[in-house]
Nanobody, 125 residues
Framework: QVQLVESGGGSVQAGGSLTLSCAAS??????MAWFRQAPGKEREGVAV????????FYADTVKGRFTISPDNAKKMLYLHLNSLKPEDTAMYYC????????????????????WGPGTQVTVSS
């Protein structure tokens, strides 16, 4: 089982930027993803990358504003958050899995076996 630890969260004003980091105990060639969960809401997938070929997938709510990127040598996964909005406020989680996923299942939390403890992002208006 891979261990994941997120960092980089914080408080920022609307329109600002943050970069989240996820340190992995080992890097999987499968899927690595960022999810978020706001109070009272379900956990939602925002960005996914298939490490094997670099394909990326983004939720419509963050497309064009967030970028997911890996550093295979350092066993790190990043999420670059730009043009932040108050509705981006949430706990952000890193996740990983090795099994094949099709279509929108890449955004389903149940598709992922490994999770980090999360890092909080707060965006003020």
């Amino acid at each position: 089982q891979v261990q994941l630890v997120e960092s980089g969260g914080g408080s920022v004003q609307a329109g600002g930027s943050l970069t989240l980091s996820c340190a992995a105990s080992r890097f999987t060639s499968g899927y690595m993803a960022w999810f978020r969960q706001a109070p009272g809401k379900e956990r939602e997938g925002v960005a996914v990358i298939l490490i094997r070929d670099g394909r990326t997938f983004y939720a419509d709510t963050v497309k064009g504003r967030f970028t997911i990127s890996p550093d295979n040598a350092k066993k790190m996964l990043y999420l670059h958050l730009n043009s932040l909005k108050p509705e981006d406020t949430a706990m952000y989680y890193c996740a990983a899995d090795w099994t094949y996923m099709s279509g929108q299942t890449v955004f389903h939390s149940g598709s992922y076996a490994a999770w980090g403890p999360g890092t909080q992002v707060t965006v003020s208006s």
